[in-house]
């Protein structure tokens, strides 16, 4: 059988059913598969296969079971035998698991010999990806295989009535990996027990780095305002929300609205980061999540915090990547010299962490879990392409939200989000994760996908190895997220793709970003679109969204001069613009939703400047969630040739007003949200009409808005359409990767290159 069978306690399942059953035979691990061999009684072999079929062991997933008979050999009994690399592909490593209960009451059981044990685990829970080395997956292929087992673990290890049986990552305070802490400037601190001693300089307001599975966190009180300003600080970080790990669901409660689905995301192994509407008066210290209406938490993972959590006694704490401003999270041992500066103390321990890997984030939006950054918990996981790659294929994604994804055949595997590729040393963590996955996943690939944008370090790299031995494919960004959501999905197509984004090379060389695709896999027409509007500075205008701002009012035809950010602008700054966009100088073309969220949030006197991608949205959705809906501002749809063009003109003039008036920013945030909304209706309505397609779906980083996701989805819906959302990658260029492959496999297919 293949799928998630290694490392998820399969084959002592395997041994302890074929044991109750009587069966003689083996089981064993060979790269990709499980291998077994039974025989005994025929009806007890069918039970074994359906048991196997229907109710595998909790963390496992079969994608595949082939059986076949073969002449009976006499096996004297069952057993495990030694694991093969065959070399074959489709090898699934198991994601990372929180700790299990079972792991958990030993953990504060006084009488147990794993009492306080920061690192014990189980079958059921652990490290997994974050510490394989190579596959088949047994601990000498792991960063344990530097620790000898003692006489207590391996009797566990070999017993196959013990919940240890077979579990790779055993370890014990006596053999296994140990604690201890380094001061700020990774210097050893001798202390008897490094975890209480961190524990209390936490309480005391230290900001401390924690190394943990796929690297460190820096952690702190979370309603300490002043210790969290401090990190933010030193984090080099402004305004990005913080995430926060809270004890329990109870102290999740406290803070935020958890609906029951959102009780089972916090809950769910795979530990992720749930973004959550802040309760009014939440204990958190403000600066956590400056101007926002929700909060980022999750719950502890491994046994390390649920000890931090419970000796500090603190129902919050900071639980931030442990990295400064765009560079890799800390990992090993860098993290002193990279985070010097950052932390007060280091707390350590000597299990190597083979693969970075961040936490992951999912929000509910529209109706469902959405994933906004898929990592740690989620990876690797296969998805199913609905078309056969005709040759292993590499998809390298976007640039700021960088992933990959390998194909092999029918199988995508997507990588956890790595980062932005402008910082090198991100570059760097990103080109070892390609090798690495290669690795585990046995794919070389002989294509490699890439999108348009030549600018994107993950192109160059594309073009790059494409000529060193392969073929190269471009793609353009926004079918990509098209395709990427169809994918998800199994959708053939044709779709309404409606693709809201922040910025991707358009194929007439300007910047698209709030566009209407129509087609499949093999081909996407713009047929709608925002009007272009001029972006002075270009880049400059991601950050500082009053060029927007000013660049809306123009077009509008409106004085920028009278506008309601003039105020806040001095004048020469405001000529400079206005120059700029009379001479087309440093203005690139941009038909993005997501700079038009700029102009309006500028134009609302929500933000001036930003420091992270998407957030002068969140602040306009975070007011636009605080009032009751409001009709929308109207923004007309003209036809130009084949083509409807949505002209925002009007809409900017009605947010000029209403500043003006002295409307509140939160009812102009809603009104645009509402303006948004009704124009994703208008045009996917009028596409219908144009060519019969009832399908649409919703991709693009706007759609990690819950108010806009919520509401086009309804709306939609009551429209008469199919809509397809995000539930598997992120809407955001992280998930662009697989929609560059569905692509790929689609050509294949419709090329006839792809074999039966
Ligand atoms: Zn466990
Ligand atoms: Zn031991
Ligand atoms: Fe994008």
């Excluded at 296969?382 to 640039?399: E, S, V």
């Excluded at 390998?406 to 995508?412: C, D, H, K, M, V």
């Excluded at 002209?647 to 000029?656: E, G, K, Y």
């Amino acid at each position: 059988m293949t799928g998630v069978v290694q490392g998820v306690g399969f084959r002592p399942f395997v041994y302890g059913l074929a044991i109750h059953l009587r069966l003689k035979g083996f089981v064993k691990n060979s790269s990709g598969r499980v291998l077994i061999e039974i025989e005994g009684d025929s009806n007890a072999i069918d039970r074994f296969v359906d048991t196997l079929r229907y109710f595998p062991p909790p963390l496992a997933r079969i994608d595949h079971l082939e059986v076949g008979a073969l002449a009976p050999l006499g096996d004297p009994g069952f057993r495990i035998d030694p694991s093969i690399d065959d070399g074959s592909e489709g090898v699934l490593v198991c994601p990372d698991v929180a700790t299990c209960e079972d792991c958990l009451r030993e953990l504060f059981d006084p009488q147990d010999r794993r009492y306080r044990y920061p690192f014990l685990n189980c079958v059921n829970c652990g490290p997994r990806l974050t510490v394989v080395t190579d596959v088949p997956y047994d601990r000498e292929r792991t960063t344990m295989a530097k620790f000898v087992m003692c006489a207590a673990c391996r009797a566990e290890y070999e017993d196959p009535r013990d919940r240890r049986f077979h579990a790779q990552v055993v370890a014990c305070p006596g053999c296994g990996p140990r604690l201890s802490l380094l001061d700020a400037g990774g210097a050893p601190l001798a202390t008897e027990d490094p975890l209480t001693w961190a524990a209390a300089a936490l309480r005391n307001g230290a900001i401390g780095a924690l190394k943990g599975l796929g690297g460190f966190h820096l952690a702190c009180d979370a309603r300490s305002e002043p210790t969290v300003r401090e990190l933010r600080r030193r984090k080099q970080r402004d305004t990005k929300p913080f995430a926060i790990m809270v004890a329990d669901l109870a102290g999740a409660q406290a803070l935020c609205a958890v609906s029951p689905l959102e009780r089972a995301l916090l809950s769910s192994v795979d530990r992720s980061i749930v973004v959550l509407t802040r309760r009014a008066g939440a204990p958190v210290a403000p600066s956590v999540a400056p101007g926002l209406h929700t909060l980022g938490l999750m719950l502890p993972y491994t046994p390390l915090h649920h000890l931090l959590l419970a000796e500090t006694g603190a129902d919050a704490l900071v639980m931030t990547s442990g990295n400064r401003a765009d560079e890799p999270i800390a990992c090993d041992d860098d993290a002193p010299a990279q985070l010097r500066g950052v932390a007060d103390f280091f707390l350590v321990h000597d299990r190597p962490i083979r693969l970075r890997c961040d936490d992951s984030i999912v929000r509910i939006a529209g109706g469902g879990a959405v994933p906004l950054r898929r990592a740690r918990g989620h990876v690797p996981q296969t998805l199913t392409l609905t078309h056969r790659l005709a040759r292993p294929t590499l998809a390298t994604g976007g640039h700021l939200k960088a992933t990959f994804a390998l194909g092999g055949r029918t199988s995508a595997f997507v990588s956890h989000h790595v980062g932005d590729l402008g910082d090198y040393a991100t570059y760097r963590v990103w080109l070892e994760a390609i090798e690495h996955y290669e690795r585990l996943f046995r794919i070389t690939p002989s294509r490699i996908v890439h999108d348009l944008h030549p600018g994107y370090a993950s192109t160059r790299y594309a073009v790059e190895r494409a000529r060193a031995g392969g073929e190269e494919l471009a793609v353009q960004h926004h079918h990509a997220h098209m395709a990427s959501c169809m994918a998800e999905h199994g959708l053939e197509g044709p779709v309404i793709g409606v693709c809201f984004d922040g910025a991707g090379l358009g194929t007439d060389g300007t910047i698209w970003g709030g566009e209407f695709l129509v087609g499949d896999y093999l081909e996407a027409r713009r047929m709608a679109h925002l009007a272009p509007v001029p972006m002075p500075g270009g880049e400059q205008a991601v950050r500082q969204p009053w060029r927007m701002a000013v660049a809306h009012v123009a077009y509008a035809g409106l004085d920028p001069a009278a506008s309601p950010i003039a105020r806040r602008l001095d004048s020469a700054t405001l000529r400079a613009v206005d120059r700029m966009l009379a001479r087309r100088f440093n203005a690139p073309l941009t038909s993005s939703m997501g700079r038009l969220f700029d102009a309006v949030a500028a134009l609302a006197g929500v933000a001036d400047q930003t420091t992270f991608e998407g957030e002068a949205a969140a602040r306009l959705e975070a007011l636009a969630a605080g009032v009751a809906p409001e009709p929308g501002y109207h923004v007309p749809v003209d036809r130009n040739g084949l083509t409807l063009v949505a002209d925002p003109a009007s809409l900017i003039r009605a947010v000029v007003d209403d500043a003006r008036a002295g409307v509140k920013s939160a009812v102009i945030a809603r009104r645009f949200h509402s303006a948004v909304v009704d124009l994703i209706v208008t045009v996917c309505s009028r596409l219908r009409s144009a060519t019969g397609i009832r399908i649409a779906v919703l991709t693009g980083g706007v759609f990690a808005n819950a108010i806009l996701a919520r509401e086009a989805d309804q709306r939609l819906f009551a429209a008469g359409f199919e809509v397809y959302t995000h539930r598997l990658v992120p809407p955001n260029d992280g998930g662009l990767c697989l929609g560059q492959l569905a692509i790929a496999a689609a050509r294949d297919a419709a090329a006839g290159t792809a074999p039966h």
